[in-house]
Structures are given as structure tokens and as C-alpha cells.
């Protein structure tokens, strides 16, 4: 899809004007298409793709190059400038458990926006939930959610479908920064039959597939938050080591927005921020638009290295795996975590006895016993993992 530059609008007439509309219909079809996001989304994404284009002069006269439109995105931003925000949540103790799953928060969904290419290997959405403030939480815990309808249990009897953790992807002031919704960041899972390699939509996913497909408007049951292991350190200098894969960036999301995107007064962080992220290709990035504009504002606090399994070799020409980019940094990452760093881990368990097998080899080759280290990381609570 094409988008004309505003001096076209300017400078022609009428019949210029339908070339327009009709080139920015294209666009709006094929967003429709690919993005598969309720009414609401489509009407934001009409709003953005405003004017893309260049006038420069061949032979004296002006003309005007179409560019290629970019994906435009209500869940990304590339401002990350810092904003104020309503410092009553950060008072209190942390909250935890609020709502159960016999007495849940019910909210609604705001939007729902694919936020992978088209070649990533499965899709992934932003969600953004309404909730008022009214289910407060901290920056590295989860929401549970319970997905309509029932099922038939062990006992052939029917219950309700049972709750789903989701790490929430947005601080606790929320992509508005106003305490008034809260972001997920939701893979759909997907059934894929060994035999046929045929994906048999019997057995996908609940949850994420209610999510991933909820209109704006779409109530939700949530419960929570939960969870206690991801939070932010007090100290705001220690640098934050995480390490992602996959939808496993939400917690980290909440972070460096805390970290670089609020003015909060009792947290201005001073360290540095260092997000390894794990994926298999350059579609299957994640938030990158908004963390390659938080690494050319922070350019010595903000640093991003991806692992993208199936476009880059690792050392000995293998894939690049996770554990490969961070171990291309394990002297620094040795250093850091000696002088107080806190490292996080999250996303899927497959990436922990990779990560694990490549430490201990590091530790060894360093003289330390590997589980020593990790035992001292532990209990100085700089060592946090949430894998599932
Ligand atoms: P389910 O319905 O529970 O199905 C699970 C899997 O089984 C699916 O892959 C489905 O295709 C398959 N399946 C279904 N029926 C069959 C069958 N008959 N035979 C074989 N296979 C079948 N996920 C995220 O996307 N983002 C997050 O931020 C996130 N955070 C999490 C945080 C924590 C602490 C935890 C514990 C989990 C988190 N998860 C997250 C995972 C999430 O909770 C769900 O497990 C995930 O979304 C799948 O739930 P579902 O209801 O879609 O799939």
C-alpha cells in the first residue's frame, strides 16, 4: 500500500484528491485484512496514515514520490518522552489478589492489535483493557483472565473455563498514562496437527483466541493481580538485565516504560536498562518502533541486542538462540550482576536450560561454581525468573 505526501493535496485539484482517497483505501483494506482488529482499531488506524511522501524536482518541475506506508500502530509509540502521571498509585502496599475467581473484576476490552508481520511465526496481539484504575497492580505481575463459556471436567461434569495468567504489559498508569486501562500482550495459541501440519481450529487455544478476536467493547473477567517475583528493584540505579522471549517482553514493557516514559517522583531510574529479546525473525520482533526510539533518546542507560533465531548464526554458525546473544556479553553480564544488577528472565521454559547450560559453562570457565553464584543471586534477590 501507497500513501501520497500532503503537498499533492495541496497543490492539485479535485482529480488528485480521488487519487487519494482511493490509494488510502487500499491501505485501510489491507490493514482490515492483516490486522484482523475490531471497528474501533480500524478507525484509529484510518486516522494515522497521514502523508508520507516526498516532493523533490526533475527537470524543474515538482513531483511527488509515493513512499511505502508503515505499519501504523495505536500499541507502539515512538514517544518516548517522559509524562506526568497521577502519583496516587504509587502509594500504598503492592496489591495483590484483589479479585478471585469466585468474586472476579469484570472490564472491557479496548483494542485488540496484531502486533507481529506477516512472516512472524504466529501472532501476537496488544490488548488494552478499560478498567477504571479499579484493579490495580505493579509493574512486572499478571492478570488472570477467565474466557467465557465452560467445559466438560475430569468428571463429565460442566464448569467454568479455568483462569489464564497474562504479565501485564503496561506500567501501572497504562498506555494512556492516566491509571485507566492496562495492556496485554497475548500470543494465540494455535493447534497445529503433526500428522496433516494442518492447524485444527477444535483445539486451539481459549483464552488467547477470545482475546486475540475480542471486539472493542468485549467484556472481560479478570482476577488478580498476581505474582511477586518480576518487580522492580528500590534502587534505582541497579542496572536491569532482561531477558525475553517472545510475549515473555510484557513485564519488560511495564518496566522500561516506569523506567523512561513517567515522571515519577519516587522513581527516577538511573541505571542501566539492558533487554535481550529472543525471536524467530525481524516480523516477530515485538514493541521494536518504541524500543529503538527509547535506544536513540537513552543512548548510554537503554541497551537492545535480538536473537532472531531463523535470520542470524550464532558464533559456531548455529542458530542464534537466546542464550548465544547474551553470552556474547557474559564477561560484561558477570560484571554487572557482581556490582548488583538484577537480571529477569521471562517467556516461554523452553529458554531456561538453554540460558542455565551456557551460564554454568561461562561460570566454570570464570572459576566459580555455577550454583553457588546462582544461589548468592538468589538470595541477594537479583536473580528473577518467570518461565511458563
Ligand atoms: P488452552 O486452551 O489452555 O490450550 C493450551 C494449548 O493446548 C494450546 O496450545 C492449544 O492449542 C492446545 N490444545 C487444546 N486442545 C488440545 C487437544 N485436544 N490436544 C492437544 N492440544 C490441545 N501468554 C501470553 O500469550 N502472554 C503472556 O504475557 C503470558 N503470561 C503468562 C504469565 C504467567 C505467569 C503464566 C503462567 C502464563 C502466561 N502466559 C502468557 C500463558 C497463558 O497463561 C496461557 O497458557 C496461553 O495463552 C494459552 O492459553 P489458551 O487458553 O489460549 O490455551
Redesign the pocket.
Known sequence: PIVFGPDLIRSRTGRAALVIARTTSTFLCSSLVTHRTGPSITMQTMRAPVAQGAATRVAGRRVFRPVAATKVSTAVTTDVSKRTVPTALEEGEMPLNTYSNKAPFKAKIRSVETITGPKATGE?CHIIVETAGKIPFWEGQ?YGVI?PGTKINSKGKEVP?GT????I?SSRYGDDFDGNTAS????????VDPETGKEDPA???????FLCDAAPGTEITMTGPT?KVLLLPADVNAPLICVATG??I?PFRSFWRRCFMENVPNYKFTGLFWLFMGVANSDAKLYDEELQALAKAYPSQFRLDYALSREQKNRKGGKMYIQDKVEEYSDEIFDLLDNGAHMYFCGLKGMMPGIQEMLERVAKSKGLNYEEWVEGLKHRNQWHV?V?
Open positions: 501476537t499478571s474466557p473455563h489464564r495468567l497474562y504479565s504489559a496485554l500482550c497475548v500470543r494465540r495459541a494455535v493447534y483445539k486451539k487455544g481459549i483464552c488467547s483466541n505474582g510475549t515473555g510484557a518467570e511458563y
